[in-house]
């Protein structure tokens, strides 16, 4: 602390600055969300404005803004780079940084301002420096001020750090959705011998033996709540959106506890009319209406000792409710038609994704039952949620499906993986579930692509991962996935991927040059 009192006070602002960039940077899940508060941030401290990230498109080989403060909407989505083009994109292809001296020497720019330099035409001194990582330039950070003839050299070194500290995120991210790919190959033996439970915690599981699937910070919050409510026979109610896993959660639960070795019966409430529905639940006699010849148990004397689990709670019907209410109040029923009470031992768990609170308000849920069913809640979050939940996911119904299918799935693309993780999900991971299904029965050569992915994971509007809508940067994008696809069949042999692809080996030099593929970390691989 005395360290940073003793500091000159231009030195102690760009430490506390940076500061603040990097605890923005670990408030967001996904970089692209965190720029335009990181670039709110240069402005309106350091005072440098029209601040503009622009990345490297891994699908088009192009440069692409995502994101840029005070430029318009239309501006941004046309914000696309080749190499070499422009002053951002000289950037881009040589990895020097470009400042207004720079921009002052051009000789297209001496012959129109007959010398002036470029503050003086401009009123703006300006700045663009490169993001590099390991692997060469990824990108470019750039800002402008109102010229101030003292204040070039701090600007220039102030951007320089925050490049870094871009870069630095880039690579972090990488490296999560690798470590996410690294645990299916690591565990394709355990899921490929159909055992994915004896597999245990590698695969993606939130723990040994579970059926749930996941590592964010919120399923374990969850998970957590979930291990010690388990061992009670506290009634458990589970809220969340549809698809979400209420049931797994309720498996789980079950699972847990001390009764896990007796019956674990589960009813989708939704799924059964009104008039089945009770006799379902608790049971009839013989002729107690139309159809019944037999005596009939219901599922609350069959889970006897053990466990029942009822979803869509919400749906149950008035009279059904105060039936239900009994059951937890007394542990006791009577069967339709019968006069017999009945007493039963069982742990319930139930589900919904509606808001009962609202539903009780509204006059269509007791508000009696409620409470004896709000005794532990749990509240399961969406897909959109726990985005780091998405990529362990994936990887499990690839391997779920590829089995089930009798295919040989061996890896996700990277433009497929760029497309789930930044899909909003609004049907939660049962329409994960229906997507890889989909792209396991589509895919032709053991890879699942982007293409083989529903076309609403690929619009602008779901993704916000707008593609340039010209024919050659589609082409692009195919070419570039192609010969990464070659270079990783061949170990990176550049001739052996040329001859795969039908054209020379110079071709190849030419298109791996240009798309900045680095061919030798194939190699490594081998």
Known sequence: MDNILSLKNDDRFELELLFDIVRTFGKYAELRNALAPVLNLIEVRAGL?????????????????????????TEKERGFYRLGEGLTGRV?????????????????????????????????????????SEDGVIGTLSAERQFKKDSVHNDRRLLEKIAAIIADTVKLHAQIIKRGSALRRNTAAGFNSGNALRAGPEIGRIAQGSAIVGASSSLRDVYE???QVAPSDATVLISGESGTGKELVAAEICRLSKRSKESFLKLNCAALPESIIESELFGHEKGAFTGAVN?????????????????????????????????LQERELERLGGSQTIKVDVRLITASNKNL??????????????YRLNVFPLHVP???????????????????????????IKRISQAAIDLLTAYSWPGNVRELENCIERAVILSKDSVIHAYNLPLSLQSAVSTHTEPTTTLDAALSRLEKEMIIDALKITNGNMAAAARNLGITERQMGLRIHHYGIHWRKFRKSS
């Open 225 to 227: 709540m979930l291990v």
């Open 92 to 132: 881009f292809e040589t990895g020097e940084a470009l400042f207004s001296a720079d921009i002052s020497k051009e000789p297209r720019f001496l012959n129109r301002t007959k010398n002036r330099s470029y503050e003086e035409m401009t009123g703006v001194s300006y700045y663009c420096v490169p993001i590099c």
């Open 49 to 73: 404005k029209r601040g503009t990230v622009a990345l490297l498109d891994k699908d088009s080989g192009l440069l692409k803004i995502e994101e840029a403060n005070g430029f318009t909407q």
């Open 295 to 327: 005596q009939r148990k219901g599922r609350f004397e069959l889970a006897d000792k053990g466990t029942i689990f009822l979803d869509e709670i919400a749906e149950l019907s008035p009279q059904v409710q105060v039936k239900l209410l009994r059951v």
């Open 357 to 370: 609170e609202k539903e009780m308000r509204e006059g269509r849920f007791r508000e009696d039952l409620f």
């Open 382 to 408: 969406p897909l959109r949620e726990r985005k780091s939940d998405v990529i362990l996911l994936a990887d499990y119904f690839t391997e779920k499906y590829a089995d089930k299918n009798n295919k040989e």
